[in-house]
């Protein structure tokens, strides 16, 4: 584990490979882990893969922060100008935001399962689960916060938990837990986030690969898709038969899509 050292705490990442740099930016709740299947896939590139603040290595923040600062905060650490960033849900938000608020930095950006930091959720499936869950860490009762999770970000609306790959469920779950027990605090300080995401999407120059699962829920596919209309270099790639967790159910179909489109742009070759 390499960390970046900041004035509050730090940051942890591997830093593997040759080439290009290419940033993962992992979900909310979890940690870098979630790459696992991604990592070995992209040989002729630098793959950074880090936690974000208040996720597994990297410490609990204890000051106001920003997501994407995070991400420059790398860059400068490393010496490099620009990246590409390639993020799920929570980090796909923070990819958005850098894209945002430093565009010179960032190459291409691939966002999964998200809209902007200005996220909305209004399905019922997903406001009767987050109300649940809010209960379940006001109880103290972390199995049933943890199961909330699952059932709103593995196995979405129109799955049961028997109906989605186990591996995939324990997996979540265990870096779920670790970020629990590791992290959590009754008065957490939460990362700031770019300013009117939605307005200045059309502003956008970067190229943009969005991709969603089939599978998720109305709410991530209806932003994903704004967010696709609203950028002028962007592209769509809906995953069959996948739900939120796209890059851990497909991850060959995934990795394809990721690579195809920074092959694009860099000049190289599958």
Not at 115 to 143: H, N
Not at 186 to 197: E, K, S
Not at 239 to 244: F, Q, V, Y
Request: charged share 25%; hydrophobic share 40%; proline share 4%.
């Amino acid at each position: 584990m390499n960390r970046v050292e900041l004035a509050d705490g730090h940051l942890a990442y591997d830093d593997t490979g040759d080439g290009p740099a290419v940033v993962f930016l992992h979900d909310g709740t979890l940690d870098r882990r979630v790459w696992r299947q991604q990592l070995g896939a992209f040989d002729g590139y630098r793959v950074l893969n880090f936690d974000a603040r208040g996720h597994g290595e990297s410490s609990t923040p204890a000051e106001p922060y920003g997501r994407c600062d995070d991400v420059i905060a790398l860059l400068d650490h490393l010496g490099l100008d620009s990246a590409y960033l390639v993020g799920q849900a929570m980090g796909g938000t923070s990819a958005l935001d850098a894209v945002l608020d430093h565009p010179d930095r960032v190459r291409g950006v691939v966002i999964s399962g998200c809209g902007t930091s200005e996220q909305y959720w209004q399905s019922p499936f997903l406001v009767d689960l987050l109300k649940r869950q809010m209960e379940a860490a006001f109880q103290g009762d972390t199995d049933g916060y943890l199961e909330t999770y699952l059932r709103m970000w593995v196995d979405g609306p129109v799955r049961e938990p028997h109906e989605v790959d186990l591996s995939v469920r324990e997996r979540c779950r265990e870096m779920a837990l670790n970020t629990a027990l590791r992290h959590a605090r009754p008065n957490p300080v939460l990362p700031g986030r770019a300013a009117d995401t939605w307005a200045r999407l059309s502003g956008v120059e970067t190229p943009l690969l969005a991709i969603v699962g089939e599978l998720d829920c109305t709410d991530v596919r209806e932003m994903i898709e704004r967010v696709v209309a609203s950028v002028g270099k962007a592209q769509l790639e809906v995953i069959e038969g996948a739900g939120h967790m796209v890059n851990m159910e497909r991850p060959g179909r995934f990795n394809q899509a990721v690579r195809q489109f920074l092959d694009g742009l860099s000049g190289g070759s599958e």
